[in-house]
């Protein structure tokens, strides 16, 4: 607490010196890593880890919780679909002043998705998106988009409660083989993609931010990819140099054709097109694709839809 009250007092300091007094000052843009800090102190997140059942992956103040559906066996245009392509099921926990805010994407089969929305529902959760992100996958899988606000293990127990009513795999297998290698040109990817992957069980993936801040209900949605609002490219190799590739862009709605336009010009398939919450700023579309062919001519397609964005490159 000493050091935060220092900090502050610096900051206005040196505001009151160079004439911010004179000025409007939105005090929020320097409190709010201080106060979301302290609730993150202040949250017994074993509970959260206990209800969910497994460890998060930490970022930040983020706690993000992964629900891969590996009792699934899905398949497309030849291609077994690993978890880490398209079925990684997640849902993260942010503090804020009451709480938290949980969001997440629930990968499902058709007949679950309603019970574990009335579920969700009965518990006091917001549904904010269905859809699918693949077209032609056997069996078909669709997303279900959540969110909350408040008490965290209350919001862990009745997600844990919601996927339940589904085959979701809701204890973590121990395992001791390796993880499978990624045999792409990753470095090369890395200099098309722009920002640098990272391999996650056999896949290739890339988080890709925007230079735009996204906000939710008023609270910085940060770090972006944890909380599911960076651009997302996933390589899966499928032998011989080549790659299937799915994830989704993260646009405004100036950008959504001219990026459709990019994709389909370098063969790469669009297969939805919508929204995944309700209260963002700015308004943003989330657009997936699909496509199995050379890796490298794969990136610089995506490149090319990435350069029709207002996304970071490093």
Not at 31 to 55: C, N
Not at 100 to 123: F, H, Q, R, T, Y
Not at 257 to 285: C, W, Y
Request: charged share 15%; with cysteine; glycine share 8%.
């Amino acid at each position: 607490m000493r050091t935060t009250i220092s900090a502050l007092i610096g900051v206005s300091a040196c505001l009151f010196a160079t004439g911010g007094s004179a000025q409007k000052i939105d005090w929020q843009v320097f409190t709010e890593p201080f106060v979301s800090a302290a609730h993150a102190q202040a949250i017994d997140w074993q509970k959260v880890d206990d209800a969910l059942g497994r460890k998060p992956a930490v970022s930040g103040d983020v706690h993000r919780y992964g629900f891969p559906r590996s009792d699934l066996t899905v398949t497309l245009d030849g291609v077994t679909i690993k978890p880490a392509l398209a079925l990684g099921g997640w849902v993260a926990f942010k503090p804020m002043h009451d709480g938290v805010m949980a969001m997440g994407d629930l990968v499902l089969l058709e007949s679950e998705i309603n019970p574990v929305m009335a579920k969700m529902i009965a518990n006091g959760l917001q549904i904010t998106a269905v859809h699918n992100h693949l077209l032609g996958a056997s069996p078909a899988t669709f997303y279900m988009h959540v969110a909350g606000h408040g008490d965290p293990a209350k919001i862990a127990s009745a997600i844990r409660d919601a996927l339940a009513e589904s085959k979701t795999p809701l204890s973590i297998p121990a395992s001791t083989a390796p993880p499978p290698a990624v045999d792409l040109d990753t470095a090369q990817l890395d200099q098309i993609i722009g920002v640098k992957g990272q391999a996650n069980g056999g896949v290739y993936q890339f988080n890709v931010p925007r230079r735009d801040p996204v906000t939710e209900d008023g609270m910085a949605l940060t770090p972006v990819g944890p909380m599911g609002v960076a651009i997302a490219i996933n390589f899966q190799p499928t032998g011989g140099g080549k790659a299937a590739i799915t994830g989704d862009f993260v646009l405004t709605n100036d950008e959504v054709n001219p990026v459709i336009m990019a994709l389909k010009t370098h063969g790469i398939a669009v297969t939805a097109l919508h929204s995944h919450m309700l209260d963002e700023q700015p308004r943003l579309f989330f657009m997936h694709f699909w496509a199995n062919d050379d890796a490298i001519k794969l990136a610089n397609g995506l490149r090319a839809a990435l350069d029709k964005t207002a996304s970071t490159r490093s």
